[in-house]
């Protein structure tokens, strides 16, 4: 093996060993069918990788591309670059300039006959043709899709055997002819791969073979919050949040919990409040239109102190926006949508598989806390499906819901040192109360008195600020006199610029927060300790991170802001350029 | 249904929390508060299994004027609420309640979607043909030609809102008229509604004695219906069609059963969801 | 006259001189009347004033307290202490506890046989009694509030023949008797007043009599909205909104514009779209929980930037919070409210009369940057009612709407360099287009390619920013090292500690924003060049216009921030103490 | 009601954007998109004095491939755009399309307002019983044992919505059927629909064949209703109680006065408003 693909790109180095495949095609050629299954195999073969889905503005049927990229060890970014790309067909293949950048060492990969678009061959790379459509036509039930598929094994040196084995199980329900067919496909096409002169030894060497999961960050999100307890969520569906649900319904079902399809998102968010408010921990998951009509009811889910976790998978804003991309400019909103003071969690997880983790942890701030908690996923996390470890499993000595039997004197909102009062569930004798999004005394009668405002606000605060949310608030890597401080989905491509740095011998430290509401000066001030310069990396328009740090944190050093809106992603590169240059200037 | 615990020692006035109503002297809504409690007291229930959610206005300040569990949420989302509730806790009894404002204006789509679904739960909708709690301005119930708000000056010169016909034509499972002018009729339809499997919609009138004065009248002008309840909806509906607001009693009780989905876990640890995603 | 009223109050020189008179009662005492008609003689007589109004939770017939002062100058803000207390009855009267502060130089006058409740009486003041109801009952038709008004008529030097006035114009309705009956009860209780041993004159000297108004924040509102051009309001009634409603209704109307009473808020913002995408200015008002529900709307006026102007009358939050309060803690929510990169404008009257001025200009600024315009005025400038000078009449020339016949290759969202794209209106022929929330190319038709929406973002943007908003942006008043910065009705209070401060030969610099988004850091900048101390002072808990300065532009010295939530307002002396105690420290 | 500058030489093509839609080969809304531009033609409406607002999904695109004015709003918001648009500026034919998800679920409060309001407007629901634009989840109207959803794991379990039946009782002056599989006859319904004053209700048949595909059969089921439009609303219930969503036609034609306020100033100078102020 040789590391053509991995050096090929010019500031590669320190960066995963990876390939980066984009398979293309139009509508019904079934990309993304074959993506997955090749994602699926690499798995099998002991690699890592993840796979993106992009697709043109058509509702169904238009042209599609599968982004993947595998590696011996886990990623959590794409890379702009593309070792190989290989279209079905070239129709509107251009609409995917941007998305995937080739270079001349990359490989270029049609159907015989078919005419690469200026736009993709004007960026380089070698362009082979393959029979696709010709050696399925020769095949019984044969689509060009799996002759691609058996090509691109060939290629980058997927044993065919991981490949017949997803097949077989991902084609066990369309009976033995689709997979035989489907395997003489990947036959034919390795076999003509093979042929492809000087082709360069793309192939990744996997690691041992540990549980190794399948999983997109929505899935991973579902996941966390039945760990985290959830048993009741009201949702209505929305891009790119949608699949959290999917995944939700039938498996809520399975332990016990529900999930109601509400008519709108004022309904969901008040039918969680309900459901907590009785006991049952609850969620739902929407994005930024969604979050935007939730805001006043989640208001009252702070102000009346129940617990309640939405999560928005955030998509391009502002309105309607792009919402099959992805960005992070629903911080704002996030942070500071409600009205009046309400202060509440607002959590971010870093990567796919750390959707789970986030998304389990906020379902138990939220819980023990008696407050609304907000989980900024996005498009890019929710819907990119990645192969993973196998997730640790956590559980947290919950807290919050302390009251099960009759107390004397009970005071749903009492005034305490930590914050955070009893709370009586329906059923429990003598504990009756009525919860209140009004301003109230401790005992939850409706009051405009000053001092029952203060007393409330105060406890309201200091529940938040008080707790000990331990190492969870950030990830730290690495040491150095430069910082970049990120969230949620940028944090991948900034780990991956600071590896490439490293291999440099340039040292940059990384702090990704994931805990972003209550703030933690004290915390942060620690992490930057010694640092001079920072970069805040963020993909959005407005600079919201960089602009929330100035307002609630005293940051050492200079500070300079990389905000990059969507639809496309921030790469790697792109941060490595950044601070290169910021270290030139 | 009443599957909760009993409690039949406990009287009307134990239903009541002690703390002073907001309310003006001579308002409906604490006939509306004592025809509850003696409902509650008719059917024995235990005051802890028991939640009234409401969103607001001034009738949706009745939770906290009760000793069973309340919610006193935002305007218009007392539904929903209520549904995440019993949906979540399916043993409890679960009321909702408030104005025709909170109701049927900003509240309208839950009312629609909440009389589709079912859920077993009894929404009491205090309607006074005004906004009270804002000062006096039309509700969907309201008259066309009542120019006694500023906001619409002239009246609002808009078709009224039928609620009963709203229910019905929305799938409600039992449709009936309370006024607190008779508390003690509106206290039996309430037991009939809170007994009555699925969603129960009760209509109640509640005089707004400060912006609506010759609401006073409305005791005079409210009568039994002459007639027994009906499963028909056909029959239903040719007798809302002929309602002038003022027949009170069950004027319709459905047979669909009550959505609750099942909560019985069928897997014995929750790591069985993690086989999903093993490659 | 001698002035024993203003030296009373420890700290009162340099702030204008000025008589605070509260006026308690039970439900149906007829104190909110009198308190209005005291007022309106005292403009009738020369004098400037304002009157708060200030009652109990019950909805109707629960105690209640009119608070006036009264001044030869125009006046902002109420001061704490009061010099005057007269109570009709004493019902509930400790309920005002905290806002009316009495000291020995107070008068506290009461019906004969009553009991002063003990916190009332131990903050001090000398205790009169007067035979209110008797001497009411001696009159046919007579009502002891009306005595009450004589006798403080009486006290503070205020001709009874302003006071006559005033009734026979507020009872011509109620015919002559009622007036008669009233007139007799003044003088029957200005007759009992001038036997009051050892009265200290409180009299103010009326300034030469130019045109006065009589107008609350919320009229003026409505006044600078119809001036500005609005002639459709959708609107759904919350407090304490609903009077910006209820005057526009009628007046609107009067203008050939219209008011629809909308089912929810959502359907008022969406209505406001409309009205506005068929070329008519239009405008909402409402309170915290209605914002909130409007702002996925906002956003889709921003994307599709169809103007719309909303007035949020702050009150106390989060949730339902205290409704009939005043609070500035909404800023968040209208600065970062919005989910995605969304660029609007925020505005802020600074008292009673700006509500006019800040109204009007909100909607030119929506309609010539083709944008969303939140105005944020609150509770006391919108309830609170005000005897001012005759606003100027101001118009602007108005931008925006450019397009009024068919033009060749008409692009509505073309990119431009002032961002602001040439907007037909439907009737128009030959320039139809289809706005839209989805991110778009410069004719309208949805995109999701990268160059499109970071163009569109930029020129959403870079229309805001480039625009010219002149002076009024702020208002800066003095010079001195120490500055403090505020916004809305904390600046009335603000004003007059600096000018306490001044008196003591003290310079503090003034510098309240009118403008809060979009940011104007040059202007701001200058504003506060050589200063090296900023308080920044506000209404709400979470001081969150202290985090929005942090964020957004670099101050020059040391910063502290005075956040004081409501309900009670900040009075000119905690200003002063905070400044004082800074000072010293 | 047709009072706008006439157009008689445009044909329905003419009133194409000719912006390519982003619908699935085969979508009944591509009917519906000629339909209405059959109707605009009939009507010979000059398209600079239409206008066409919609919400969100896939049926609400439409307006993007008109040569009318169109507004694509937020999801669920059509109605209270196009009544703003309509009562400040009713020298317009306005328009409001959708879909059942966006005009029933999320929207479901402004359609039954908009109803009672009685806005001279034309309301065109794409109903496919499905939420087409996100992927196929079922929408109000959906069937109850529908499960090809995820999220609804063997089917709602929810009494389905009546559209028909929820415009009438909400008080809707006009209602009728459509089917994008009948485009003639669907642009006749619309003309009739924009011809008549007040609220008008199309709801119009528009399968989704990509998550509904067996609604291709629909172009078999539908008929015409064998009965002439009634002004009656208590036939048009009896009516709409036996529909079996096939039936095809104007089924109910009220006379209510639409709603629309004069917008004709009665002061010459707005500082005549000062007035009231003055002390
Ligand atoms: C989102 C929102 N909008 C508006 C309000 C203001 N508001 C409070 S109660 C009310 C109407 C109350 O009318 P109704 O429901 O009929 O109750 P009533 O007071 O007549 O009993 C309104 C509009 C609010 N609290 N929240
Ligand atoms: C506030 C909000 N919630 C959810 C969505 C996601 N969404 C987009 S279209 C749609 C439903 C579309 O269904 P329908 O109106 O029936 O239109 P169809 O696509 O079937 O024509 C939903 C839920 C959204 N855009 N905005
Ligand atoms: S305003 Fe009307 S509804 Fe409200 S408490 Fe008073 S009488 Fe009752
Ligand atoms: S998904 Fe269905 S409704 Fe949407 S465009 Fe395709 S066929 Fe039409
Ligand atoms: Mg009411
Ligand atoms: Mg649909």
Redesign the pocket.
Known sequence: MNDIAFSSSSNSKGAPQSLSIALLGSGGSGVMTAGGQLLDAAGQAGWYGMMTRSSGPQIRGGEAAALLRLSPQPVETHKGRFDILLAIDWLNADRFVGEIILDQKSIVIGDSGGTVPEAISKMGGRYVELPLTQLAKSINGGRPNMVALGALAQLIGLPLRALETVLSKSLAKKGQDAIDASIAGINAGAEQASAIPDIPDFAVTPTENQERWSITGNEAAGLGAIRGGIRFVAAYPITPGTEILEWLAPNLKKVGGVLVQAEDELASINQLIGGSFGGTPSLTATSGPGLALMTESIGLAVASETPVVVVDVMRGGPSTGIPTKSEQSDLNIALYGLHGDAPHIVVAPMSIGDCLFTTQWATHLAETLQTAAIVLSDQSLGQTRALIDKPADIAFVSGGRTLTSKSENFQRYVVNDCGVSPMSIPGTPGCQYTADGLEHTPTGTPSSRAEDHIQQLNKRKRKLDQFDYGDHWAKILGEGETAVLTWGSSTGPVREAIAMLEAEGKHVRLISMRLLLPIQPERLAAALQGVEKILVVEQCHGAQFYHYLRAHYDLPGTLRSMAVPGPLMIRPDDVYSELTAWENA | MDTVTQCPSLKPKDYKSGTKP???P????YSVLLAITKAMAEMSLSPENVALVSGIG??SRLPAYLNVYGFHAVHGRALPVATGLKVSRPDLTVLAAGGDGDGFSIGGNHFMHACRRNVDMTYIVMD?Q?Y??TKGQASPTTDPDWDKSKLTPGGTKINPYYPLVIALASGANFIARASSTDPNGAAKVLVDAMRHPGFSFVHML???????PEQKDWKKMVRSAPVEPTTDPAIAAKRLMTDDNFFLGTLYKGDRPAYQPELKATVDNISELDKGFIL
């Open positions: 907001v309310w003006c001579g308002c409906g809504d001034c009738s006074n005004v009270g709690m509640s005089p707004c004695v400060t912006f609506r």
